[in-house]
């Protein structure tokens, strides 16, 4: 990886949505190199992302075969403005409460000894794919909310379509891997003008799909790249300050276990998202929460980082 204004750059190549003359194009990055997907590939349905996972099986056999020396580079990527790599996908599925270490520290702030109630499978949330924004963006904080909470997630893209999958070949039908941040307006997430037992008490919608609440990118990494999601650093920091340090050794379900359990309820199809949990470090849990002109920074080992501004 070498270090430039966008911190570390891939030396293996990543997929990525810019900004052009032309509208939203779907790039190829290398090092500091953009080539134009379509028209590099020569596959003019390749300037969509969404037709790139489609095709994945076949792209991804291209892709490794990809040699910069035959191709000239549309554009330096210092000159074009990276937008989230996925577009209004498809599902974004969020899981809860999926580390140990998070685990813990939900307990303590409720005062349980612990949770450990996570049941037999894991379990997860809905969140609009509208709510999607790219690295370098501003979010600006829900005008209700004085409660912006943060979480750093590795994030796995579907590349091949999938109905009640076994364990052992869950990870085949991953594309690609990101990071996402998973904002939360906690203050939003129950209505206060609704009694506490009252079932239309709690409110998702407001807690978590507000316009910007999930950054990602900063490209999409091709899972053949990635060895072992199950062992890699994560971290979130606000104004340089870290907050969450972990690594996914620490999820309570794994990846492969989510998408089976996923899988067994509802078909997985090419452009969902499944983000995989967060760490210990949210937030909630010190009773610290995001203002205007905060810097938030999460980063996955060898996926990059994704820089946002609150606003």
């Known amino acids: 990886m070498k270090e430039n204004l966008f911190g570390s750059l891939p030396s293996r190549p990543v997929l990525i949505r810019y900004e052009s003359e032309r509208g ?102 809905l969140k609009s794919s509208h709510s999607m924004t790219g690295t370098g963006s501003t979010v600006r904080v829900p005008a209700a909310s004085s409660a912006l909470d943060w979480e750093v997630e590795l994030a796995a893209v579907i590349g091949v379509k999938g109905k009640d999958l076994a364990i052992e070949t869950a990870l085949d039908h991953v594309a690609a891997y990101t990071i996402a941040i998973d904002f939360s307006a906690r203050d939003l997430s129950r209505r206060q003008d609704v009694p506490e037992r009252s079932p239309f008490r709690m409110d998702w919608l407001s807690h978590k799909s507000f316009d910007g609440a999930c950054p990602i990118g900063p490209w999409l990494v091709p899972a053949d790249n990635v060895p072992d999601p199950q062992n890699l650093d994560l971290s979130l920091s606000v104004n340089g300050d870290t907050k969450q340090r972990s690594n996914t050794s620490h999820m309570i379900f794994s990846l492969a276990e989510q998408i089976r359990d996923i899988s067994e309820r509802i078909t997985l199809w090419p452009g969902d998202i499944i983000l995989t949990g967060t760490p210990a470090g949210v937030g909630s849990s010190r009773g610290e929460f995001l203002r205007a002109a905060d810097i938030v920074s999460a980063k996955v080992a060898g996926l990059g980082e994704v820089r946002v501004l609150i606003a």
């Open 24 to 125: 939203a194009r779907t790039g190829l990055l290398l090092d500091d190199r953009v080539y134009d997907l379509a028209e590099t590939s020569g596959e003019a349905r390749y300037v969509d992302m969404a037709m790139v996972l489609t095709d994945w099986p076949a792209f991804s056999g291209w892709i490794k075969k990809f040699n910069p020396i035959t191709h000239n580079p549309t554009v330096l990527v210092g000159q074009v403005k990276l937008l989230a790599p996925l577009a209004n996908s498809g599902s974004l599925y969020c899981a809860g409460a999926n580390y140990s270490d998070h685990e813990a520290e939900m307990a303590a702030a409720q005062g349980n000894a612990s949770v450990n109630q996570k049941g037999a499978r894991s379990w997860h949330f």
